[in-house]
């Protein structure tokens, strides 16, 4: 039997990748996306169809968390707090969403189980990301001893994190070379229809295709 991942893709263009990287390693992938109540779920969860279409992802789920609306306590899913546009904030932003990639883990390591998959795959960053505690490497691998705990013996799965240490200029370098559709990806904190360029997740993207020379194919304010 062919080795089997369960890929977590949000739409954007870290997960895009990671996705890709994982296609490219020869897994026949299973395709997971969150909507979580985030402000751009309508355009994530299209381009979340659309990259795990060019993944040739063999089974897709589209799971519905809307606690995290409830909770609120993020700029993400909470409309009443505003997204920042004036650059990176210092210590943890407040488009943070608490806990969001332990929780997304745990349910991708149940999807893993079911379908006896060997790894997962997730797009965090850790040197260029936006400060998020739930993006270090350090913790990506303490969920995994966790997960490994909590689940069968032959489970034994593995969280491969292969952006973990890239630079954004990189992930677009690398997008560019494995024919990632860009186009289909989307990292706009606030807006569905034109990205607003001004967010951390916007400045953070256009400095990335800045440095590397290329032009992104998504439409701005």
Known sequence: MKKRCVCIISGGMDSALSAKMAEVEGYEIIALHFNYGQRTEAKELACFREVATSVAAVESYEIDLPFFEQIGASALTDKNIAVPTGGLEEGVPVTYVPFRNGIFLSIAAAVAEKHR?????????????????????????????????????ETNLTIKMPLVS??????????????????????????????????????????????????????YV
């Open 166 to 219: 890239l630079k954004k200029s990189q992930i677009v370098q690398k997008s560019l070379e494995l024919a990632v559709p860009l186009e289909s990806t989307w990292s706009c904190y606030k807006e569905e229809d034109l990205a607003c360029g001004v967010c951390d997740s916007c400045r953070l993207r256009l400095a990335g295709f800045k440095e590397a020379g290329a032009v992104d194919p998504i439409a």
């Open 117 to 153: 998959a060997e790894a997962l795959f997730i797009g965090v960053v850790e040197e260029d990301s936006s400060g998020y505690p739930d993006c270090r490497e350090n913790y990506i691998k303490q969920m995994q001893k966790a997960i490994n705990l909590g689940t069968k013996e």
